[in-house]
């Protein structure tokens, strides 16, 4: 009877302790800690809010299922194609100065990678059944429509090398399997090699 009087007290006492926390408000890091009364400030989300159900403050954190969390990322993303249009509208020149202010991050980011190996790990993680699913459920959807839109910029690609290719004055062409017809084909090679390294 002792035993459990002095349990009783202590979870009393634990509990008086702890009251006052939580009490406490919920700090707002981009935003000023006071607020009158009359104007609460609104709580945003928090990225990792719709992972975790109400939770406890002590014992194991509450987690959702696996299927239900991909099923909202699927859907909320999915959603989203409107606000990414919107978002890459005007986007252009910070994209541009971004990426060319970024060189030397890439070269260290490749030389670091090539220090993990994680070209080859990532090869390893993704595996063969990856790329063959990917390639039949999207590849084939987005083939046809991808080299339609694309004939503008492949017209562009492809006009230098033509124009290198036509400009060539080549060597009489001899007899099949002949040195002279290997000396065409060197030629035309060079030729594009040095169009390509602007040599």
Known sequence: MRYIHSVCVALAVVMLAAGPAFGLPRVVVHGPTLQPVSSPVPQSPRPVDFLLGP??????IKVKDTASIGA?????ASAAAQDYAMGVQGAG????AGARAGESNYEAG???AIGRKAFGKGISAA??????ENAVKLGTQRYPQGIGQSEP???RGVSPYLDTIKS???PPRGPKGSPQNQQRA????KALRMKKTGQ
């Open 168 to 170: 060539l004055n080549l």
């Open 72 to 76: 909202k990322f699927k859907q909320r």
């Open 153 to 155: 910029s492949y017209v």
């Open 110 to 112: 490749v030389v670091d």
């Open 55 to 60: 939770g406890l403050l002590m014992g194991a």
């Open 186 to 189: 060197d030629a035309v090679a």
């Open 93 to 96: 020149a910070d994209w541009e």
């Open 127 to 132: 595996g063969q059944g990856k790329y063959v």
